[in-house]
């Protein structure tokens, strides 16, 4: 399994532009989540999704949009960068346990974005 | 308040040395607790998952109190290859889903 992965690894925007993350898994995960995060800071939640067809906001998800058409993809969508945006963005997945349990949060390496 | 809180850091610490590291979450429904690591420039690593009863990993220990809403690590005879970011993680109830939420992290630098 190649886990999940996230392309591209970096990408340099102008101010305005549109772009999209992609991430893909191949664990058959149900839950997959966006999240950037900044210089010295933790990670905050943009979108997640809990299965195909489905996604809710996170903490923070103004100027950013998601799909999810299949289980493998969850792509993130910026449709006009803002400087604001800079930061490392990470996708990630995981299966549920039974009852209200929370299996491994499997991570991407990462997309390090950064717009001027 | 955040819902999870960890010890701002860094901790500086010689090689060898005994650090314990501290985490509150607001939620009480919190059933799931992780503590992740994360080296510079990296993706989070799971480290371990944090169980009522307590568990231990090789220098590792984690521990929970629910009735404190209060997770801690403590790692043993640190080695420099510990320097990394720690991040407390626990699982939130909103909007009917279930969600992770990570700290802010603890960064660890062990020095020879």
């Known amino acids: 399994n190649a886990g999940v992965t996230q392309t591209p690894k970096f990408r340099i925007l102008k101010i305005g532009q549109s772009m999209t993350l992609q991430c893909t898994q191949d664990m058959n995960h149900n839950y997959m989540y966006w999240y950037r995060q900044d210089p010295g800071m933790g990670l905050k939640l943009i979108y997640y999704?809990?299965?195909?067809?489905?996604?809710d906001k996170g903490e923070v998800p103004n100027g950013y949009n998601v799909s999810r058409s299949t289980t493998e993809d969850f792509p993130l969508r910026l449709e006009l960068a803002a400087p604001s945006q800079t930061s490392v963005y990470f996708c990630a997945s995981l299966q549920r346990r039974k009852g209200s349990g929370f299996d491994e949060q499997y991570f991407g390496p990462g997309t390090r974005l950064t717009v001027t | 308040r955040k819902e999870v809180e960890q010890d701002p850091g860094p901790f500086n610490v010689p090689e060898g040395a005994t650090v314990a590291f501290n985490c509150t979450y607001s939620?009480?429904?919190?059933?799931?607790f992780f503590w992740y690591r994360q080296d510079c420039r990296k993706e989070p690593k799971l480290l371990m998952s944090v169980y009522s009863s307590g568990n231990e990993d090789g220098r590792f220990t984690a521990q929970l109190n629910r009735a404190s809403q209060y997770i801690s690590l403590l790692i043993r005879d640190s080695k420099l290859s510990d320097s990394a970011t720690y991040l407390c993680v626990v699982n939130s109830i909103s909007g009917g889903y279930n969600k992770l939420i990570f700290g802010a992290g603890t960064r660890l630098a062990v020095h020879p």
């Open positions: 939620n009480s429904a919190s059933q799931s």
């Open positions: 999704s809990v299965g195909a067809g489905i996604t």
